[in-house]
T-cell receptor
Framework: GAVVSQHPSWVICKSGTSVKIECRSL??????MFWYRQFPKQSLMLMAT?????????EQGVEKDKFLINHASLTLSTLTVTSAHPEDSSFYIC????????????FGPGTRLTVL | GNSVTQMEGPVTLSEEAFLTINCTYT??????LFWYVQYPGEGLQLLLK?????DKGSNKGFEATYRKETTSFHLEKGSVQVSDSAVYFC????????????FGAGTQVVVTP
């Protein structure tokens, strides 16, 4: 099946710094990528949808200036958590769609962010 | 709004036992329903799906039937293996919000030899 990678798999940073997370579709072109956030023992919450070459669409309640999303190519999307604070600590998961099936998305393994 | 509720885990079973994970949903219109599985250290993988009422999705011995009357999509497997140990997520999307998944909280399943 299609493979989506994320880098880094985990990151620890100091409060106030910015962190960039990469999401790559390795063997297919992803016209649409999604970013999710998962709190412990809770479901994945969709943060934003990004289409290659256009601005991301953010879900209600997600700060676009806080979570910067760039979808520079058909195989790469990045999420930058700016001026991170401890409450931003979470598990961030991306998914990518090749548009081959009904609502089918391929998920990355996730990135664990810990802000000290 | 849309929501998905699934049973809390962890669910601990012996090998060859019968597995059921309950999932119910709230949605307007006619959503598509999915089960995703997440093995340790890996991303979510599509396990099965159903796009309309009474459809049955099946894969790797797992089955789930789209029940509109009870708004449910319960996952079942007749005889689990240790390799089925994972976290299982029930999810839905609506046709008018393509790609926007609403996930349940996930249910951890632990199968012991």
């Amino acid at each position: 099946g299609a493979v989506v990678s994320q880098h880094p798999s985990w990151v620890i940073c100091k409060s106030g710094t910015s962190v960039k997370i990469e999401c790559r579709s390795l063997d297919f072109q992803a016209t649409t990528m999604f970013w999710y956030r998962q709190f412990p023992k809770q479901s994945l919450m969709l943060m934003a949808t990004s289409n290659e070459g256009s601005k991301a669409t953010y879900e209600q309640g997600v700060e676009k200036d806080k979570f910067l999303i760039n979808h520079a190519s058909l195989t790469l999307s990045t999420l930058t958590v700016t001026s991170a604070h401890p409450e931003d600590s979470s598990f961030y998961i991306c998914s990518a769609s090749a548009g081959t099936g009904v609502n089918e998305q391929f998920f990355g393994p996730g990135t664990r962010l810990t802000v000290l | 709004g849309n929501s998905v509720t699934q049973m809390e885990g962890p669910v601990t079973l012996s090998e060859e036992a019968f597995l059921t994970i309950n999932c119910t949903y709230t949605a307007t219109g006619y959503p598509s329903l999915f089960w995703y599985v997440q093995y340790p250290g890996e991303g979510l993988q599509l396990l099965l799906k159903a796009t309309k009422a009474d459809d049955k999705g099946s894969n790797k011995g797992f089955e789930a039937t789209y029940r509109k009357e009870t708004t449910s999509f319960h996952l079942e497997k007749g005889s689990v293996q240790v390799s089925d140990s994972a976290v299982y997520f029930c999810a839905l999307t609506r046709g008018d919000s393509w790609g926007k998944f609403q996930f349940g909280a996930g249910t951890q399943v632990v199968v012991t030899p």
